[in-house]
């Protein structure tokens, strides 16, 4: 059987419930904290108060990396889901329950059973600041989430032990879902697999789904990259194509598969703010956009990772000037990235107007068109989706270059496109708009799991 891990913030249950439900499923049961006192010959509070956290979060990751794969039921440390090395251990071949309770339930148990302090706060406080901090690692963790303040250890174990053997969706959910993704165009055997997860009698209600949410989205990656990363992380996922012209209808679809999250694409990104529960600051304060939507108990959390994928390349430009092209969606990410990075911005756009209002959304500089000559930047970022088809032209031509610029083609069909052509010519540094793919899907793994992917398994994964 698939190991089951619980996560949660302490004083969820994750002991107590982990034990009632081991029982019932006749497991060995393991507290990962209990070992760790096992092998150091040491109590949590001596570790802590001897050696301090960082010492802790070694033994921690020490027993968790060598934990059972099989057959076998643990509880985790509250802070275990904050490294990323814990989070591919604890969740390769695994389902995780991520346990949760309101503030007053879990300060009334923790006084009744003292833990080590982890900050020099009161311990309400303690725990609104570290539940705070911790809860996009948290729902990272969670293939199956249950609130646990009103329930008693017995009921909720009973709980567990049904989502684990029959999921969230009703059969009905999952056959309408069904004939939603019969009208689409997924690929053929990727269509058998979903058809094998929403529908057939052996179904594994433990399956989680994924998509990509768009219209047109058949072409994207996503589902090639995600699913080879699913097989590589031996996560119990599987990532479709959610396409259709109704946002409405995708989110109704999203719901009734309990997808775990969607990765959002044109013309959605702005719209799908709207049915979000949460949004994080980036994504709703400044780029006005969502490009990652993730499902965790009962709430919608909204991110965007675009912004992430276009400063990654340009760490090292840090405070140079950037000529940016384009004024339309992604070219909000893309201010949002060049200003991170304390550079001085310059928007040019077709259409002026539009240049001048992001220009003053974003408190930088915006020019006409043809002033670009005499700006002489040290990066140029193309936003626009010249150079893809139907118009294949570049924005600039080779003599608008010098070697000295970075040239950053946002467009990524064809991957090499002819503006990187007429900075390669000229000796430009140059970055391909495949690296904003890459490093946006690491991000947004990230969110969906908490684990790192290096860069080098994306790129070859997408080879
Ligand atoms: P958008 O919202 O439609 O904005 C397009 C922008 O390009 C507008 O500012 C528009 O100017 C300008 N533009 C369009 N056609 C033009 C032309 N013929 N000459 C000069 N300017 C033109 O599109 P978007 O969502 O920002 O996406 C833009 C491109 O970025 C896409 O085509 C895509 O290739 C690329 N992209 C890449 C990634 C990635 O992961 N690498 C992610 C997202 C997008 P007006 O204001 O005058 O209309």
Redesign the pocket.
């Given at each position: 059987m698939r190991r089951i891990v619980f996560t949660g913030f302490r004083g969820t249950g994750k002991t107590e419930i982990g034990i009632r439900v081991a029982q019932q499923l006749n497991l060995p049961f393991i507290d990962t904290d209990a070992l760790i006192e096992q092998k150091s010959g040491r109590s949590i509070p001596d570790i802590f108060h001897e050696d301090g956290e960082e010492r802790f979060r070694v033994w921690e990751r020490d027993v968790i990396a060598t934990l059972p794969t099989l057959d076998v039921v643990v509880s985790t440390g509250g802070g275990a889901v904050l490294d990323p090395v814990n989070m591919e251990y604890l969740r390769s071949d695994s389902v995780c329950v991520l346990l949760s309770a309101d503030i007053d339930t879990i300060e009334e148990r923790l006084a009744k059973k003292p833990r080590p302090a982890l900050t020099a706060f009161p311990l309400r406080q303690e725990i609104a600041e570290l539940r705070d901090r911790r809860r996009h690692a948290y729902r990272a963790s969670s293939d199956f989430c249950l609130d646990t303040t009103e329930t008693t250890p017995d009921s909720a174990a009973d709980r567990v032990i049904h989502l684990l053997k029959n999921g969230i969706s009703t059969e009905q959910q999952l056959a309408t879902a069904f004939a939603f993704f019969k009208t689409g165009r997924i690929p053929r055997p990727a269509f058998s697999s979903l058809e094998k997860i929403l529908i057939s009698p052996d179904r594994d209600p433990q399956t989680r789904i994924l998509g990509v949410a768009g219209y047109p989205c058949a072409h994207s990656q996503s589902p090639r990259l995600f699913n080879a990363l699913f097989e590589r992380y031996h996560l119990n996922y599987h990532y479709t194509w959610f396409e259709d012209p109704e946002l409405d209808e995708i989110m109704d679809v999203a719901r009734a598969v309990d997808a775990k999250g969607l990765s959002v694409t044109?013309p959605f990104k702005h719209d799908v703010i709207e049915y979000c529960d949460e949004i994080d600051e980036h994504a709703a304060q400044q780029i006005g956009a969502v490009n990652t939507v993730l499902f965790a108990g009962g709430s919608m959390i909204g991110h965007n990772t675009?912004w992430l994928?276009i400063r990654k390349p340009l760490v090292a430009k840090k405070g140079a000037k950037a000529v940016l092209?384009?004024?339309?969606?992604?070219?909000r990410a893309a201010v949002y990235a060049l200003l991170d990075l304390d550079m001085n911005v310059i928007i040019l756009?077709?259409?002026p107007e539009?240049a001048q209002a992001i220009a003053e959304r974003f408190g930088c500089a915006w020019a006409p068109?043809d002033a670009f000559d005499k700006l002489k930047p040290d990066v140029v970022v193309n936003?626009?989706?010249?150079g893809?088809q139907p118009?294949t032209r570049s924005?600039l031509k080779s003599d608008q270059l010098n070697k000295d610029m970075t040239v950053f083609d946002?467009?990524?069909?064809p991957p090499v496109t002819p503006l990187i052509e007429n900075a390669r010519k000229v000796g430009c540094e140059t970055i391909t708009?495949?690296e904003?793919?890459v490093q946006?899907a690491r991000e947004q793994f990230y969110i969906f799991f908490g684990i790192d992917v290096p860069e080098t398994i994306v790129r070859e994964l997408l080879t």
């Open positions: 044109i675009d994928g092209l384009g004024a339309g969606g992604v070219a756009n077709r259409t539009k068109w936003a626009t989706p010249l893809m118009d924005p946002l467009v990524y069909t708009g495949t904003v793919f946006q």
